[in-house]
């Protein structure tokens, strides 16, 4: 699902209906449900990205290091470096890898999506006091304590 896809969802379900307070505040149950199962969802995905993520980073520092067999490096079709990269430069490299980059873009927009799914769920969760407000201040609108 996508940000967008979220964001979408979120702005039809986030309309309370001032007609319907009842219906609005039962209904907060499911929503949270159905946000929650989207979240536990994302957030695997989200696991699995920094997993690999993880396992290309120790493969890109081994190979930049110069400790992957050559075998190795043609097996992943990547072009010997040809030169020894210092311990201290080596950030350098790690931080301009291309496949690097992309993977951890992929773990910023996945952890993106979990942010905002967090905070539909805490918008939520505050309903039933935002509900209750607005109760009360029809009531004071219309002169009942």
Known sequence: MSIDEI???WEVDAVIDETNIGKTSISSHTLHQKYLQIRTRENIILKK???KYN???????SF???YLDEEEISARNWEPIGFKILKQDLHIFMDSDSELSELKI???IQEEK??????IIDSINKRSFILNNYIEWKKFENGVS
């Open 7 to 9: 964001l979408q969802l």
């Open 64 to 66: 930049y290091l110069g």
């Open 114 to 119: 979990v942010y905002i799914l967090d905070k």
């Open 49 to 51: 990205y920094k997993k």
């Open 106 to 108: 992929e773990v910023e």
């Open 55 to 61: 396992d290309l980073y120790k493969l890109k520092w």
